[in-house]
């Protein structure tokens, strides 16, 4: 066999410029197929035509990746400390989180393998083949390069194709390319060895459709050296990094680990610098450690992303990796495929020209529900218009069904079709009835060199033949026209009036068709001296929700960019339609070709809309963008789309006509293939991180004020304020419920009117830095203060600790309140958390039992407070509102630097 040329800089022919004879050619092959030896010498030489999946990670190295966190050893280590001190409940719980944090990675891991499977699967199970001369039907996998397949409407591409025979052959390649409508073929071929994909005209692609007529072609690639088996190429080699929660959270046990370090080591040198006892400050010291990391943090995450995705559900999307959720929150950038996202993928009538006046056709996709307007007034349908419709839909195929189990129209047939039988429904007209009153008699196809198709029906008055095509076409064939006034000869002006009007709709990126009809017709002259209706345009409409959607997220500082393998204009027409397309370039795949890397950098933010793109130029957007510190979401439900989903910070896949490579290779799935529900998730993702964010102010601050307070009185010589259990106890006080219902807390009313967060800022921003440090630093100082009064007050030092720990208790609690937000008052909307309210009621009440119980006296060294003595130091503990609030207005100043 002759080696195959490499005539592309990948070392794939172009197949679609070679006529089919130079091609059996190149292959050894004959218009009869291959002998059954042949293809068997073939198959065990280029292997199965099956996509080949990527070196499996095992699951022993995917479980131990996840101990390579910094906070899960953290906490491991929290564990045996917490065991060392005799506290076994306390280290049973934090193992618990240890492993469902683990074993929640692990699984999401594991399941982000399976992507390639999912490809694996698309692949047509049988094709009919040529062998030895004869039909037969064999598995799709044993192919090869230089078999002749058969194509029928309803088959499966089951390898990429050049056609050698195609009769009214067409092809659904919405999930390649995103082409909205199936592709008209031909055998013929093209000189233009720059084409585009969705250009060529003469191939068929592996897990493309067949929807209409048949044909024959020579299979010139199979398995991975298909254009489906690239995408699978760029699936195993795209590189996914952490999202910046999970950045954000390494960043924070680094810093965690090292402040227990040094912080722990100061105390227990200055202890024994002090001549206290060796075990008891290191046993204080190692109370002090497990109370500066959160052992809680891992659940608090996990909850408040569990809690979003619930919420997110609920508005019509599902999450495939919680940790995907923040990355959504800071999404600034949407790369979004036109059809099915933006659009509907379901042809409509927009336009119709009848009777010498254009019309308006209200509703949108495949619902028949709709009006007929002129000049923004609606009208009843008039005699010409009804019978425009009934042509159409006679002359059609196509049918619509209303589907129970989906809740929404179908179309079973040509969606161009559809189209039009949708636009009759609007007017009243019943497609069983008409056919019924006008059963079909004979049909002339549709053939791409004709250009029409023309039915005869047995009518009332004889037969009647109705002809629906290019306008040009079937303009050619009419010699009288359908007025106001009743039949009228065509004149060459009428003539151009209505290719006028035709190029204006097509234009306004509408597929225009004519239609005709002639009354009373025999087979022989049905396509000749026809009378004129009229002129439908129709477009894939715009989602009637998306153009809302881009406008909240343009309120959210959040760009939206289109990026389709559809038509330039088409893509130009929907995205001005949507408000998308500005002030801000078209490109298409062909140009991003042309343009260098720097041309490209330069340009990239000047794009708003990419047309006639293949699946690398989505990749490379994408990553450009990245590069450009955008962080990327990608929209799509097309296999073309999922190398970039995956690369994509965030992926986003159509539930509906998603293909399952995508929702495999997507972070999130739309149920409703609704754009709008993309905002809500990103509301979602930015007030999961917001409230994670409060949860670590608050700990973090209450943390400061701990260390502080321990700090200050070995600095000063004063006895240790806390006895090692109230540490522990107060520690489990301030990451239990109080922590949790910070992360339920609700969401601030201008949470979308907010620019997107730089994840690459992390957590500790300047004002979160100011906010924790101003409250653990008043709580120390007021603490210590405490005190230091109360044993100079003659106090016992079992009052004067019970005093300093209810103090710290109360002010923690205070704090919680504060820290439900960074910038706007604590006394707006106080008491907005019921779960905050509830959690401080419930430690209230077991504080008091600490108090007040006298068994539970010893163990966690209190004593009884008398109420002069609450009213003192709940007085004091207030204080922090107060300080907080002024530290808040500073904030909000920028004196304190800027809320990020």
Same mark, same amino acid.
């Given at each position: 066999?002759?080696?195959?040329?490499?005539?592309?800089?990948?070392?794939?022919?172009?197949?679609?410029?070679l006529?089919?004879?130079?091609?059996?050619?190149?292959?050894?092959?004959?218009?009869?197929?291959?002998?059954?030896t042949?293809?068997?010498?073939?198959?065990?030489?280029?292997?199965?035509?099956?996509?080949?999946?990527?070196?499996?990670?095992?699951?022993?190295?995917?479980?131990?990746?996840?101990?390579?966190?910094?906070?899960?050893?953290?906490?491991?280590?929290?564990t045996?400390?917490?065991?060392?001190?005799?506290?076994?409940?306390?280290?049973?719980?934090?193992?618990?989180?240890?492993?469902?944090?683990?074993?929640?990675?692990?699984?999401?891991?594991?399941?982000?393998?399976?992507?390639?499977?999912?490809?694996?699967?698309?692949?047509?199970?049988?094709?009919?083949?040529?062998?030895?001369?004869?039909?037969?039907?064999?598995?799709?996998?044993?192919?090869?390069?230089?078999?002749?397949?058969?194509?029928?409407?309803?088959?499966?591409?089951?390898a990429?194709?050049?056609?050698?025979?195609?009769?009214?052959?067409?092809?659904?390649?919405?999930a390649?390319?995103?082409?909205?409508?199936?592709?008209?073929?031909?055998?013929?071929?093209?000189?233009?060895?720059?084409?585009?994909?969705?250009?060529?005209?003469?191939?068929?692609?592996?897990?493309?459709?067949?929807?209409?007529?048949?044909?024959?072609?020579?299979?010139?690639?199979?398995?991975?050296?298909?254009?489906?088996?690239?995408?699978?190429?760029?699936?195993?080699?795209?590189?996914?990094?952490?999202?910046?929660?999970?950045?954000?959270?390494?960043?924070?046990?680094?810093r965690?680990?090292?402040?227990?370090f040094?912080?722990?080591?100061?105390?227990?040198?200055?202890?024994?610098?002090?001549?206290?006892?060796?075990?008891?400050?290191?046993?204080?010291?190692?109370?002090?450690?497990?109370?500066?990391?959160?052992?809680?943090?891992?659940?608090?995450?996990?909850?408040?992303?569990?809690?979003?995705?619930?919420?997110?559900?609920?508005?019509?999307?599902?999450?495939?990796?919680?940790?995907?959720?923040?990355?959504?929150?800071?999404?600034?950038?949407?790369?979004?495929?036109k059809?099915?996202?933006?659009?509907?993928?379901?042809?409509?009538?927009?336009?119709?020209?009848v009777?010498?006046?254009?019309?308006?056709?209200?509703?949108?996709?495949?619902?028949?529900?709709?009006?007929?307007?002129?000049?923004?007034r609606?009208?009843?349908?008039?005699?010409?218009l009804?019978?425009?419709?009934?042509?159409?839909?006679?002359?059609?195929?196509?049918?619509?069904?209303?589907?129970?189990?989906?809740?929404?129209?179908?179309?079973?047939?040509?969606?161009?079709?559809?189209?039009?039988?949708?636009?009759?429904?609007?007017?009243?007209?019943?497609k069983?009835?008409l056919?019924?009153?006008?059963?079909?008699?004979?049909?002339?196809?549709?053939t791409?060199?004709?250009?029409?198709?023309?039915?005869?029906?047995?009518?009332?008055?004889?037969?009647?033949?109705?002809?629906?095509?290019?306008?040009?076409?079937?303009?050619?064939?009419?010699?009288?026209?359908?007025?106001?006034?009743?039949?009228?000869?065509?004149d060459?002006?009428?003539?151009?009036?209505?290719?006028?009007t035709?190029?204006?709709?097509?234009s306004?990126?509408?597929?225009?068709?004519?239609?005709?009809?002639?009354?009373?017709?025999?087979?022989?002259?049905?396509?000749?001296?026809?009378?004129?209706?009229?002129?439908?345009?129709?477009?894939?409409?715009?989602?009637?929700?998306?153009?809302?959607?881009?406008?909240?997220?343009?309120?959210?500082?959040?760009?939206p960019?289109m990026i389709?393998?559809?038509?330039?204009?088409?893509?130009?027409?929907?995205?001005?339609?949507?408000?998308?397309?500005?002030?801000?370039r078209?490109?298409?795949?062909?140009?991003?070709?042309?343009?260098?890397?720097?041309?490209?950098?330069?340009?990239?933010?000047?794009?708003?809309?990419?047309?006639?793109?293949?699946?690398?130029?989505?990749?490379?957007?994408?990553?450009?963008?990245?590069?450009?510190?955008?962080?990327?979401?990608?929209?799509?439900?097309?296999?073309?789309?999922?190398?970039?989903?995956?690369?994509?910070?965030?992926?986003?896949?159509?539930g509906?006509?998603?293909?399952?490579?995508?929702?495999?290779?997507?972070?999130?799935?739309?149920?409703?293939?609704?754009?709008?529900?993309?905002?809500?998730?990103?509301?979602?993702?930015?007030?999961?991180?917001?409230?994670?964010?409060?949860?670590?102010t608050?700990?973090?601050?209450?943390?400061?004020?701990?260390?502080?307070?321990?700090?200050?009185?070995?600095? %000063?010589? &004063?006895?240790?304020?806390l006895?090692? #259990?109230?540490? /522990?106890?107060?520690?489990?006080? @301030?990451?239990? $419920? !109080?922590?949790?219902?910070?992360?339920?807390?609700?969401?601030?009313?201008?949470?979308?009117?907010?620019?997107?967060?730089?994840?690459?800022?992390?957590?500790?921003?300047?004002?979160?830095?100011?906010?924790?440090?101003?409250?653990?630093?008043?709580?120390?100082?007021?603490?210590?203060?405490?005190?230091?009064?109360?044993?100079?007050?003659?106090?016992s030092?079992?009052?004067?600790?019970?005093?300093?720990f209810?103090?710290?208790?109360?002010?923690?609690?205070?704090?919680?309140?504060?820290?439900?937000?960074?910038?706007?008052?604590?006394?707006?909307?106080?008491?907005?958390?019921?779960?905050?309210?509830?959690?401080?009621?419930?430690? %209230?009440? &077991?504080?008091?039992?600490?108090?007040? #119980?006298?068994? /539970?006296?010893?163990?966690?060294? @209190?004593?009884? $407070? !008398?109420?002069?003595?609450?009213?003192?130091v709940?007085?004091?503990?207030f204080?922090?509102?107060?300080?907080?609030?002024?530290?808040?207005?500073?904030?909000?100043?920028g004196?304190?630097?800027?809320?990020?």
């Amino acid at each position: 066999m002759k080696p195959l040329p490499t005539d592309t800089a990948d070392g794939a022919p172009l197949w679609h410029t070679l006529p089919g004879d130079a091609t059996f050619s190149r292959l050894q092959s004959t218009p009869d197929g291959l002998t059954t030896t042949e293809a068997a010498r073939r198959l065990a030489k280029y292997g199965p035509n099956e996509l080949q999946a990527a070196r499996r990670i095992s699951l022993w190295t995917i479980l131990l990746e996840q101990f390579k966190s910094v906070l899960i050893i953290i906490l491991l280590v929290a564990t045996t400390l917490s065991a060392f001190l005799g506290h076994e409940i306390e280290a049973i719980a934090i193992a618990v989180i240890v492993l469902f944090a683990v074993l929640l990675g692990f699984v999401q891991e594991y399941r982000a393998e399976r992507a390639i499977e999912a490809l694996r699967h698309m692949a047509a199970p049988t094709a009919t083949v040529l062998r030895d001369g004869q039909e037969v039907e064999t598995l799709a996998r044993d192919l090869v390069p230089g078999d002749v397949i058969l194509l029928r409407a309803g088959d499966k591409i089951p390898a990429d194709a050049q056609l050698i025979e195609a009769v009214n052959l067409q092809i659904d390649e919405a999930a390649l390319t995103g082409e909205s409508v199936p592709v008209g073929k031909r055998a013929e071929p093209l000189a233009d060895d720059g084409l585009a994909l969705g250009d060529r005209k003469n191939m068929a692609y592996a897990g493309t459709a067949a929807t209409y007529g048949r044909g024959r072609a020579i299979i010139v690639a199979t398995g991975m050296h298909t254009e489906f088996g690239k995408i699978a190429q760029m699936l195993q080699t795209v590189e996914t990094g952490k999202t910046p929660l999970q950045e954000n959270l390494d960043k924070v046990g680094q810093r965690l680990a090292q402040a227990a370090f040094v912080v722990v080591a100061i105390i227990v040198a200055l202890g024994l610098f002090r001549g206290q006892p060796f075990i008891e400050m290191l046993i204080f010291g190692i109370a002090l450690a497990v109370a500066v990391v959160p052992e809680a943090l891992p659940a608090v995450v996990t909850i408040s992303l569990a809690i979003g995705v619930q919420r997110i559900v609920k508005r019509h999307a599902l999450m495939r990796r919680l940790s995907a959720v923040e990355t959504l929150g800071s999404t600034s950038i949407i790369c979004s495929d036109k059809t099915g996202t933006l659009t509907k993928d379901e042809m409509t009538v927009r336009k119709i020209l009848v009777a010498g006046q254009v019309l308006n056709v209200s509703g949108s996709g495949y619902e028949p529900n709709g009006q007929f307007a002129r000049n923004g007034r609606a009208i009843d349908p008039s005699k010409p218009l009804e019978l425009l419709l009934r042509a159409a839909t006679l002359a059609s195929d196509a049918s619509i069904t209303y589907s129970e189990a989906e809740s929404r129209w179908r179309v079973k047939g040509d969606p161009t079709e559809g189209a039009l039988v949708v636009a009759a429904t609007k007017a009243g007209l019943n497609k069983a009835e008409l056919e019924a009153q006008f059963p079909r008699v004979h049909e002339i196809p549709f053939t791409s060199e004709s250009k029409r198709m023309t039915t005869l029906h047995a009518g009332p008055d004889g037969i009647v033949a109705y002809s629906k095509g290019a306008p040009e076409i079937l303009l050619a064939s009419c010699t009288q026209q359908l007025t106001a006034e009743g039949t009228t000869e065509l004149d060459s002006s009428s003539r151009e009036a209505i290719l006028d009007t035709a190029h204006q709709m097509a234009s306004e990126a509408l597929r225009v068709l004519a239609l005709a009809f002639k009354p009373e017709t025999t087979q022989e002259n049905a396509e000749h001296d026809m009378t004129f209706l009229g002129l439908a345009g129709m477009i894939d409409p715009p989602r009637p929700d998306a153009k809302a959607a881009i406008q909240t997220c343009e309120q959210a500082g959040i760009k939206p960019v289109m990026i389709t393998g559809d038509h330039p204009l088409t893509a130009q027409a929907v995205a001005r339609e949507l408000g998308l397309l500005k002030t801000g370039r078209v490109v298409t795949g062909t140009e991003l070709e042309a343009m260098s890397e720097a041309e490209f950098e330069r340009e990239v933010e000047n794009i708003e809309v990419y047309a006639r793109v293949s699946p690398a130029h989505k990749l490379k957007v994408v990553t450009v963008l990245q590069h450009k510190g955008y962080i990327a979401a990608m929209t799509g439900d097309g296999v073309n789309d999922a190398p970039a989903l995956k690369k994509a910070d965030i992926g986003i896949a159509m539930g509906i006509t998603g293909t399952d490579v995508t929702k495999e290779a997507a972070a999130m799935t739309l149920t409703q293939d609704d754009f709008a529900s993309i905002v809500a998730a990103v509301e979602e993702g930015r007030g999961i991180f917001s409230n994670i964010k409060k949860y670590l102010t608050y700990l973090l601050s209450s943390n400061i004020g701990e260390i502080g307070l321990m700090a200050g009185a070995t600095l %000063l010589g &004063l006895p240790l304020p806390l006895s090692a #259990v109230q540490i /522990l106890y107060v520690n489990l006080t @301030t990451d239990g $419920l !109080p922590a949790l219902a910070l992360a339920v807390d609700p969401y601030e009313s201008d949470l979308m009117k907010q620019k997107p967060r730089n994840p690459r800022t992390g957590i500790f921003t300047r004002p979160i830095v100011a906010l924790m440090v101003v409250g653990g630093v008043w709580s120390a100082i007021i603490n210590l203060g405490l005190f230091a009064w109360a044993l100079s007050a003659g106090r016992s030092i079992a009052e004067a600790m019970t005093m300093t720990f209810v103090s710290l208790v109360l002010i923690q609690f205070f704090k919680a309140y504060s820290f439900r937000s960074e910038r706007h008052s604590v006394f707006n909307r106080p008491f907005a958390n019921k779960w905050l309210n509830l959690a401080i009621v419930w430690e %209230l009440l &077991l504080l008091s039992l600490i108090v007040y #119980v006298p068994f /539970l006296h010893e163990p966690f060294g @209190t004593f009884s $407070l !008398p109420p002069v003595t609450w009213v003192i130091v709940a007085v004091l503990a207030f204080t922090v509102l107060p300080v907080l609030e002024l530290a808040k207005w500073m904030v909000r100043r920028g004196w304190l630097g800027n809320v990020s």
